[in-house]
Every structure is written in structure tokens, then in C-alpha cells.
């Protein structure tokens, strides 16, 4: 059974920083392309990260650039999304997605973790 589960979420103060990891059973993450996704209370899921499964090549959506860096290890079969300066706006569930191109609707999904930017 191909599963995903995100941790590293919680609450930290504006300009602080978080590590989110996601790991993988059931399958190897570098067969695939990873994607992390945000969704907001009373917004819409929206794509923040993805990086492909054969050269590693990273997106990003503009709000995050400079801030958010993705990254794969795949000898522990995890990916990773840091999070710098960390604002307000970022708070959000995020769930980390995989599929074998970096596209807005993945086919399998993580449950999630709530991140909450706030003094």
C-alpha cells in the first residue's frame, strides 16, 4: 500500500523556520516526482514546491521563492520542504503529493501537517 506522511509542522513566530519531512512506504520516492501543497482555512489548495523524479529539478510558487527549498534524500526515502522567514500567510495545512510529473492534482496523497505562523 503506497502511503505518504508529513511531520515537522507547529507552531513558530513570524521569521522562524521549519523543516517539513515526508516519508514514504510502500514505494521508492525517486521513482516520482514530490509535490508540496498548501491549503489555507477557506482558501483553496494551492501548489507550493515540487521537484521532478529524474533530475531533480525544483518548482516553486513566486510567494515562496527564496524562502522554501525542496529537497529528496532518497537513501531514507524522504523528501523535505524547508521553510525560512517564515510569515503570517504561510500558515496553512501542508501536504507533501506524489506522481510521476509535477502536476497540480498528484495521485497520492498525505494526510497532512498544520504549520501556524503567528506571535
Known amino acids: 500500500q503506497l502511503q505518504l506522511v508529513e511531520s515537522g509542522g507547529g507552531l513558530v513566530q513570524p521569521g522562524g523556520s521549519l523543516r517539513l519531512s515526508c516519508v514514504a512506504s510502500?514505494?521508492?520516492?525517486?521513482?516520482?516526482?514530490i509535490g508540496w501543497f498548501r491549503q489555507a482555512p477557506g482558501k483553496e489548495r494551492e501548489r507550493v514546491s515540487c521537484i521532478s523524479r529524474s533530475d531533480d529539478r525544483t518548482f516553486y510558487t513566486d510567494s515562496v521563492k527564496g524562502r522554501f527549498t525542496i529537497s529528496r534524500d532518497n537513501a531514507v526515502n524522504m523528501v523535505y520542504l524547508q521553510m525560512n522567514s517564515l510569515k503570517p500567510e504561510d500558515t496553512a495545512v501542508y501536504y507533501c503529493?506524489?506522481?510521476?510529473?509535477?502536476?497540480?492534482?498528484?495521485?497520492?496523497w498525505g494526510k497532512g501537517t498544520l504549520v501556524t505562523v503567528s506571535s
Open positions: 503529493a506524489a506522481d510521476s510529473l509535477c502536476i497540480a492534482t498528484m495521485s497520492y
Open positions: 510502500g514505494f521508492t520516492l525517486d521513482y516520482y516526482a
